[in-house]
């Protein structure tokens, strides 16, 4: 796009990093986030995160193929390190090489830092705390996405409106910063690009596009759904440490509590391990987004969304959702310095 004359300076940081033409990042979401999808997003300039979600390696391996195939643009791969296959697709992108790789669900440990960063990869983890952006720092991530408890999917406890204060306002001169959990809007965007960060992420606004192939009733879904909506999973005892979850209220959000109080039970009666206990967790989103985004089962399945979806009323093309984005961010930036000039 032409005429974004306020915009591109406050741009050039995250674009030299991503290498492409806006730093927009579309981000990571197990069965979602596909070769269709990323390749859609590459090819209008922005940047896209391929969900390993707990794929089977030579499923992933062959994702990333298909990626290829559509794109010849820059994207990133995302592990989730809480996934039962983690160690394996970390291992297997140490042959298949990829120019970025994404560490979500937890934290890497300081030594998978360096075998991602040994294969070639630009490496970029989450934080959604400050202690954890310190580690991250600490551990040699190239870029950190600070993500707010706004956000969908996986998420920490700390809104964005603190996270910018006590994290990219003190460290974006180091490392440069992605903002995500809430961020639905070009109007937002060139807010957080002014107050440091390298550029945004966004989820749920790009399951609501034309080249996203979730379900149409899942999508429908987010064009019902107020921002309240989106609830994060409660954690019911220590015992049992689960991250927490931003998904739609529905049955399925129900029976997941069902799950950690039976899991609970089980603990206590020590007839499974605490890790086991942690990943039937994880098969129980795993399979319940499937069940959503795949077969369109809105009401026992996971609606992973971000409270951001109180902000989205229709589909539309990746091409309209990038120019939309971009033109009301340069708007915003023209409102602004009107405002300062008087």
């Known amino acids: 796009m032409s005429n974004l004359e306020l915009l591109s300076p406050l741009m050039q940081r995250g674009r030299e990093f991503l290498q492409v033409e806006y730093p927009i990042i579309c981000g990571a979401m197990t069965w979602v986030s596909e070769p269709n999808l990323v390749a859609a997003v590459a090819n209008h300039g922005c ?4 969900a390993g979600g707990n794929a089977p390696t030579d499923v992933l391996r062959q994702q990333i193929g298909q990626v290829r ?3 010849d643009k820059p994207f990133a791969v995302n592990l989730i390190t809480i996934a039962p296959a983690y160690r394996d697709h970390l291992a297997m992108l140490a042959e298949v090489k990829v120019p970025y790789i994404v560490f979500a669900g937890s934290f890497p440990k300081e030594k998978e830092v360096e ?7 630009k490496v970029m983890c989450f934080a959604s705390t400050i202690s954890i952006a310190e580690r991250m720092i ?21 809104a964005t409106t603190v996270l910018l204060q006590q994290v990219l306002f003190r460290f974006s001169d180091q490392i440069p910063m992605f903002v ?11 807010h957080m690009l002014l107050m440091g960060a390298a550029g945004v992420q966004l989820g749920t606004r790009f399951v609501m596009t034309e080249e ?25 005892d220590s015992k049992l440490p689960v991250v927490a979850v931003r998904s739609l209220r529905n049955k399925g ?20 391990h605490r890790q086991e206990a942690q990943e039937e967790v994880e ?16 009401d026992n399945g996971s609606l992973m969304a971000g409270q951001s979806v109180g902000l989205v009323d229709r589909i539309m093309p990746v091409r309209e959702l990038v120019a939309e984005l971009l033109t009301d961010a340069e708007a915003e930036l023209a409102v602004i310095r009107k405002k300062l000039m008087h």
């Open 253 to 272: 959000m129900a029976n997941f509590g069902a799950l950690q109080l039976r899991l609970l039970r089980e603990l206590e009666a020590g007839t499974i």
């Open 69 to 71: 195939e559509l794109t």
């Open 180 to 190: 995500a959990g809430g961020v639905g809007t070009g109007k937002m965007m060139a």
């Open 138 to 158: 600490r551990f040699g991530a190239d870029a950190i996405i600070l993500e707010g408890s706004e956000a969908g999917g996986h998420i920490g406890h700390v």
């Open 47 to 50: 940047f896209a995160c391929l």
């Open 283 to 298: 098969k129980y989103w795993v399979g319940a987004l499937r069940r959503a985004v795949v077969d369109g089962d809105i």
């Open 115 to 121: 075998a991602a960063k040994a294969t070639g990869a």
């Open 212 to 236: 996203c192939r979730a379900h149409e009733k899942f999508k429908d879904a987010f064009i019902r759904a107020q921002a309240r909506d989106a609830m994060s999973t409660p954690q019911y």
